[in-house]
């Protein structure tokens, strides 16, 4: 199914802020500087915007600032910290149109522990209110933290590893809210956590696949890297990789879109690493590592390394910052294998903003938006909702050139599972009557085809 369309992703995460007074915007495609933010902080950051990429706010797990970048109402000292590695990431309550859940991490898996905010978008006018502050949810907990958004099931899942312990704790975020009562799986190795001062395992970056099915964790006194698989229907982590090579202040670790590379920064190298894991074995995974460039240019004063944490993007290229300089790199085709994949030192200049380690935490998903552009005759179509139960609208621009479209579905199989011919001169309401999944729709006009992915709940 070859064709010249531009499908955009979620524009959720479509805005970052980070480092000191750093950030970028997606919404025009490649990556733009903006120098508007209120924030200076150490580590990663969280972003979040609404569908259609206008910022909502943003934090450093310390303070929230508004899309005013004004702090927002009750949006001081919420629990977290600002050296937390995975400071923290802002998960949106499912099926709703207004709150959201800030979890933080306390610096060093100190004390503090995780814990969760509450942020009501309905309140103060629509710049937000900070509703909930500060609630403990587990202690003693890592500096690890990741989220997932399943969109057939129109949940969310925080992922996170227990300090002192063996034990990933998974809690899901429903229609209802947070379930407080976690999925616990008791596999792979122990992480240190704590006391305050001491960087120690709790140290290094957790993610998560596009797709939901691999978590990787990185620890960064001993240099460990694992890879485990993730089940995103129950929650529960098995299947531990442990490469025997270690890499001693591992910090940050990012997979490939297409789940077959894993990139890992050390604090304290310049080399960026690269592991082909389509294998899963952990010989051949460990074989496999190839460096793919290095990064120039970063110094932070006092401190013994600069290389910083990695994050896939809303373009799913992968980005890593660079502490003290006015560049983050990039990976421009993290899916290919070596220096195919287009590593940039200087990719992504940042004007008068400096990245610090961190970057701006997003929630994975393999979600994609309603909307899709064909590049060669520029005419666009909608399909809403997206994700859906079944019953979809369709609208056509005014200009379209094609009065009559072939509407054909495929299930995940390429069987046919709904085909019907549609007017383009109105909107359209069709019930697909399609069961829960993943689908691809294909528009079919005299001369072309638009495809897009739509997901059925």
Known sequence: MCCSVR??????SNIWYFGNYSGIDFNTGAPQPIFNGAMATYDNTSTVCDS??????????????????????????????????????????PSSNSLYYIF???????????????VDMNSAAGLGSVTQIGVVLQNPSTEKLAGYYFCSERYAWLITHKGNSNEFYCYKIGANG?????????????HL???WGVVNNSAGQMSISKDGSKISTVKFSNGEIEIFDFNKNTGVV?????????????????????????????????????????????NIINNSMIGIGNITGAFCSGLAGSTGYCQRGPDDKIYIAKCGSNYISVINSPNSAGALCGFVDNGVFLGSGVSTFGLSRSVASECLTSYIQNNESDESFSVYPNPGNGSFTFSFPVKSSEKIYQLIIYNSLGKIVFSKQIDSSQIKSINTALLSGYYTLELKGNNKSIYKKIVVY
């Open 193 to 195: 956590a704590g006391p």
């Open 178 to 190: 947070l379930n407080t009562v976690p999925v616990v799986s008791a596999v792979g190795t122990y």
């Open 238 to 282: 098995s299947n531990p990789i442990l490469l025997s090579s270690t890499y001693p202040f591992a910090w940050g670790v990012e997979f490939s879109p297409d789940a077959s590379k894993l990139y890992v920064s050390i604090y304290n190298s310049t080399m960026i690493k690269q592991f082909d894991i389509s294998s899963g074995n952990p």
């Open 52 to 93: 259609l990429g206008n910022l909502l706010f943003y934090t450093n797990g310390v303070t929230v600032w508004n899309s005013g970048h004004a702090i927002m109402n009750n949006g001081q000292n919420i629990g977290g910290s600002t050296t937390g590695g995975q400071s923290a990431i802002i998960i949106k309550q």
């Open 104 to 118: 933080t991490s306390d610096a060093f898996g100190a004390s503090g522990g995780l814990k969760y905010s509450v």
């Open 7 to 12: 499908v955009l992703g979620q524009k959720e």
